[in-house]
């Protein structure tokens, strides 16, 4: 396969973790999706619940890693790909390095709480018994503007509500 292929088929996989991410978005999540990759066929696919889900874990990465395992009979993902529209936090990070994925996919980064590499890279530490491969920045722009745009609007609604209260 060509790299020209290859790419395609990596934008083809990262547009339906956009697809994903648009879900959180309308339920007023910050969007965040995922898919996670066996034998070129999607097997898992998760978005952002935690304000639907009130809980902390309900994190894109941590749903469809679920899935995945529940669909392969196994808690190792060894032969999987995530694709995942935003930087993995350290609880997702752990959860991919605890899950042996080997190859995760990045649209774009988190410099606030980022650990694939903006903060720290918990994907690629040597003291761990397992490493990641990580591909940054596939449709980057996309990815990237829909996180821009969703904080636009939610500060843009947190301070109507405040001009309301007066």
């Known amino acids: 396969m060509c790299d020209m292929e290859i790419q395609k088929k990596k934008e083809k996989y990262m547009k339906e973790a956009i697809r994903q991410a648009r879900k959180a978005e309308a339920n ?16 898992a696919r998760g ?3 935690r304000n639907v889900d009130k809980t902390t874990l309900a994190h894109a990465e941590i749903l ?7 669909y392969l009979g196994d808690w190792r ?6 694709y995942v529209t935003l930087e993995p936090c350290q609880m997702c990070a752990g ?3 605890q899950a042996r994925i080997p190859n995760v996919v990045i649209g ?19 003291q761990f018994n397992h490493q990641v491969q990580v591909e940054r920045g596939v449709l980057e722009a996309e ?22 209260l007066t």
Do not use: H, Q
């Open 28 to 43: 007023k999540d910050v969007p965040i999706g995922c898919v996670i990759v066996y034998e070129d066929k999607i097997i």
């Open 47 to 49: 978005y952002n619940r």
């Open 64 to 70: 469809a890693i679920k899935k995945a395992s529940k």
């Open 77 to 82: 993902l060894e032969d999987c790909t995530m």
């Open 95 to 97: 959860a991919i390095v």
């Open 108 to 126: 774009c980064m988190n410099p606030k709480a980022g650990c694939a590499g903006s903060i720290i890279n918990l994907l690629d530490m040597k």
């Open 143 to 164: 990815c990237s503007t829909m996180m821009k745009d969703f904080f636009a609007w939610l500060r843009e609604s947190k301070k109507s509500k405040n001009l309301d």
